[in-house]
């Protein structure tokens, strides 16, 4: 096809996708900036190549990519199929329940699944395997709009548990103690090096500037949300170090990305430079080792151990743990083992 030949979709084949409106005190930027921010999976090339197809709508009125957003503006992005992301398929995949009653499940997620369907992921999520085994799960209108019972996520290669609501009530709830912070959230994690006995992370989170698939630390005067991580060593092995944390806030990759602002980036964390030989001797045996090591994982070395909160029907507090997956057992022993060589 010619690069001329395109044929402009009619309105009525478009499907709204996004749909963002300008805060009262949006300082006036071009689109395609605009909607990067919002939308870390889109290139600014991606949003620019929608515009040009006359895929940009402000105000119900098709926009160029030039175009500069103004406080109170409608921006839409609108594409010539419909959303895929909330096309929820029911999907026979087992899940391992730890709890379950009539307002709630915790579930242990396995690393390696998604959480809820997303760009790139459109099945084989926890969603897709829970809205199989369950008939109705509520959903909040919000951000989880389309994400059935959902309150909170973890990483895809981040192991370990969740809670998910069964009913309006329990979501509400449920949702309220996230976000007021009063649940107890406890991680195992492996990060480089030889980490202080015990501290706290603090530091603004926000995207990063450089690649907006992965997050980054900001300073106190600069953009991102606070985020507050307490962590103290449980073992030491020389080269890296187990430490257990509690999360405060629950921003998006909040631990790897803290710990890698303090120089002990996650055992093979890809996004965070974890997945390479960081510290130790340099030997061939060495390298094998931690290579093997990193093999047995399935991406970084983090697992949610421990999750409380307030049961939103009894209204008694509740806690729920659960046991290191056997590949991240299995390394520590390993380290274990190395150590007393």
């Known amino acids: 096809m010619e690069e001329n030949s395109y044929s402009e979709p009619s309105q009525d084949d478009l499907f709204e996708h996004y749909k963002f409106t300008a805060d009262p005190g949006q300082e006036t930027i071009r689109i395609d900036k ?34 500069k957003v103004k406080p109170g503006d409608i921006v839409a992005l609108v594409l010539p199929y419909p959303v895929r992301e909330f096309e929820l398929v029911p999907e026979d995949i087992p899940i391992e329940i730890l709890h379950e009653d009539e307002t709630l499940i915790v579930v242990n997620k396995n690393a390696g699944m998604v959480v809820h369907p997303g760009h790139g992921n459109h099945s084989g999520t926890l969603v897709n395997a829970l809205i199989y085994h369950f008939d109705h799960l509520p959903e909040l209108p919000s951000d989880f709009a389309g994400r059935p019972g959902l309150v909170h996520r973890i990483d895809k290669n981040t192991s370990g548990l969740l809670v ?20 107890e959230r406890k991680y195992l994690a492996l990060v480089w090096g ?49 430490v257990e944390c509690v999360l405060e806030t629950g921003r998006t990759h909040q631990i790897r ?10 055992f093979n964390d890809p996004e965070y430079g974890g ?31 421990t999750l409380g909160f307030v049961h939103p029907k009894t209204g008694k507090r509740t806690i729920f743990n659960s046991e290191l997956p056997e590949y991240f057992d299995s390394v520590l022993k390993r380290f274990r083992e190395y150590c007393k060589k």
């Not at 990305?257 to 996650?266: A, C, D, E, R, T």
């Open 34 to 67: 605009f909607l990067c921010d919002r939308l870390p999976n889109f290139s600014r090339n991606k949003i620019q190549v929608a515009a040009k197809n006359g895929n940009l709508v402000v105000n119900d009125l098709k926009v160029k990519q030039n175009y």
């Open 164 to 183: 998910i609501a069964k009913t309006e009530t329990a979501l509400t709830r449920l949702a309220k103690q996230f976000f007021e912070k009063t649940t």
């Open 194 to 242: 030889d980490v202080e006995g015990e501290g706290t992370i603090k530091g603004k989170i926000g995207r990063s500037k450089k690649n907006r698939k992965v997050m980054a630390v900001y300073g106190d005067d600069e953009e991102g949300k606070l985020a507050i991580t307490h962590y103290k060593v449980l073992e030491r092995f020389g080269y890296v170090s187990l």
């Open 257 to 266: 990305v803290h710990f890698k602002s303090i120089g002990h980036p996650l």
């Open 275 to 305: 997945d390479k030989i960081l510290k130790g001797i340099k030997t061939s045996k060495y390298q094998k080792f931690i290579i093997n090591n990193f093999n047995l994982l399935k991406g970084q070395a983090l697992h949610a151990k």
